[in-house]
């Protein structure tokens, strides 16, 4: 076998022991994506569960103090009834207090918007991250199994080629061997033997290279079947 050629499974070992990007790579960073995406809804939900108690909490503590005040107004109407003044004085507390109770609770909407803005901010920041982790992913597997299939073309032409050398070398040498004198002859038979014996190698490397390139090829088709 020529030293300075590059054989099939010679690629096929520098593949392995790499780091390619693969079909099993993609799936995982789909699956990543997927669960990014409920983690995304699970962020969100969360907040605004949690903001909505806390605008009910705020809610039920304005309705208790408008009812407090109310309920202080009434007493003060039943121990005084002639006081017009108090009364009309009462009315306004009440109104005064639930004007103050309408304000708290805006404030508390607009507080649980902005949790709530800023929940899904940060929900679409995670799928965003995944979903380039994933793109990246399928990019590079594409990548790699396109340069894996390169790699193992080049493999086979070179294979090919010492071949067509081993097979002229082969030619060559049964010529000469016809053609040998009585004290030539047993040289040029082992020259002959030798030949063969490489044109044999060299076509159990092209069937090697041929092999091993389908498998690259069937490999590309699955890579981008996943990366769809």
């Known amino acids: 076998m020529n030293a300075k050629s590059i ?30 995406q409920s983690e995304a809804d699970e962020i969100v939900a969360d907040v ?8 009910e909490e705020t809610r039920e503590l304005v309705m208790e103090e408008v009812e407090a005040t109310r309920h202080n107004v009434d007493e003060v109407r039943r121990e005084d009834a002639a006081n017009v003044a108090d ?23 607009n507080r649980r918007n902005l949790e709530l803005a800023k929940a899904k901010k940060q929900a679409d920041a995670v799928v965003a991250d995944a979903k380039t982790e994933l ?23 070179d294979a090919e080629l010492q071949l067509i050398k081993a097979k002229a070398k ?6 000469r061997l016809k053609q040998a004198t009585v004290e030539d002859r047993k040289q040029q038979q082992a ?12 076509e159990a490397e092209v069937a090697t290279a041929k092999e091993e390139l389908e498998v690259r ?9 996943a990366a769809k």
């Open 48 to 55: 605004r569960e949690e903001s909505h108690e806390q605008l």
């Open 170 to 175: 082969t030619a060559a040498a049964k010529v």
């Open 191 to 202: 020259d002959l033997n030798e030949a063969q014996q490489t044109a044999a190698a060299a």
């Open 87 to 109: 009364e009309q004085t009462g009315l306004v507390e009440v109104a005064e207090v639930a004007s103050a109770g309408e304000v708290v609770l805006e404030a508390a909407q």
């Open 7 to 36: 054989t099939a499974l010679g690629l096929s070992l520098i593949f392995a022991a790499g780091c390619s990007t693969g079909v099993e790579d993609i799936q995982d960073a789909r699956e990543d994506y997927i669960e990014a």
């Open 135 to 157: 793109d990246k992913t399928r990019q590079a597997a594409l990548d790699d199994a396109r340069e894996q299939m390169a790699e193992h073309q080049k493999a086979l032409q």
């Open 217 to 225: 090829r069937v490999e590309l088709k699955k890579v981008e079947m």
